[in-house]
C-alpha cells in the first residue's frame, strides 16, 4: 500500500472488498452466459438433426433474434427448402423497412422479447390487416424458432406458441 494518512486506509479496504465482489458476480455472469450459448449450441445440433419438413419455397421472416443466433435460423429455414428473411425489429435497422419484409413473407414469426415495443406493435397491426401467420415467441432460442419452422413446414404454424 502507499502511504496514506491511517485515517484512509479503511476506505481503501472497504472499496477493495466491493471491487472483489462485483468481480465476482461479473464471473457468475460470465459462467451463466457459457452455459446458455452450450445449451443454445446442443439445441441447434438437434433441431437440425431431426428430418426437415419441406417448407416447400415459404419465405420465413424472423422479426428479433439474438445476432449470434440469426445464422442458425437462417440455415434451418433453408435446409428445409424455405426462404429466409430477417429484420432485427428496430433495434438497429430502420423500423420503416419492417413493412417491405412484412410484405414478402409468407409467415412471420416475432421473437416479442426481442424487439422494439413500436415493432410488436407494427408487426401485429399489419399481420391482422393483412391475414399474414403471425407466431409470437417468446423466447429466442433455436428450439422455440424450430418449432415454429417445423409446423410450417408440416402445414401447421399452431405450435403451441402465441399466434395472431
Not at 445449451?39 to 419441406?54: C, I
Not at 430502420?94 to 417491405?100: E, K, P, Q, T, W
Request: proline share 4%; aromatic share 4%.
Amino acid at each position: 500500500m502507499t502511504n496514506l494518512p491511517a485515517t484512509k486506509q479503511p476506505i481503501r479496504a472497504l472499496f477493495a472488498s466491493d471491487i472483489d465482489r462485483r468481480i465476482e458476480e461479473v464471473i457468475k455472469v460470465d459462467q451463466n452466459d457459457e452455459e446458455i450459448v452450450r445449451q443454445e449450441q446442443a439445441d441447434v445440433h438437434t433441431v437440425l438433426d431431426e428430418p426437415p419438413p419441406n417448407l416447400a419455397g415459404k419465405r420465413i421472416l424472423c422479426v428479433g433474434a439474438r445476432s449470434g443466433s440469426v445464422d442458425a435460423y437462417r440455415k434451418m429455414v433453408e435446409q428445409r427448402g424455405g426462404s429466409f428473411l430477417h429484420h432485427d425489429g428496430g433495434l438497429e435497422e430502420n423500423l420503416n423497412r419492417i413493412d417491405a419484409a412484412l410484405a414478402a413473407a409468407d409467415l412471420v414469426v416475432c421473437q416479442a422479447g426481442c424487439i422494439s415495443h413500436n415493432a410488436y406493435w407494427r408487426v401485429k397491426e399489419q399481420c391482422k390487416r393483412s391475414g399474414k401467420p403471425c407466431v409470437f415467441v417468446r423466447g429466442a432460442g433455436v428450439t422455440s424458432f424450430g418449432r415454429v419452422v417445423g409446423a410450417a413446414g408440416a402445414g401447421n404454424e399452431e405450435s403451441g406458441v402465441d399466434r395472431l
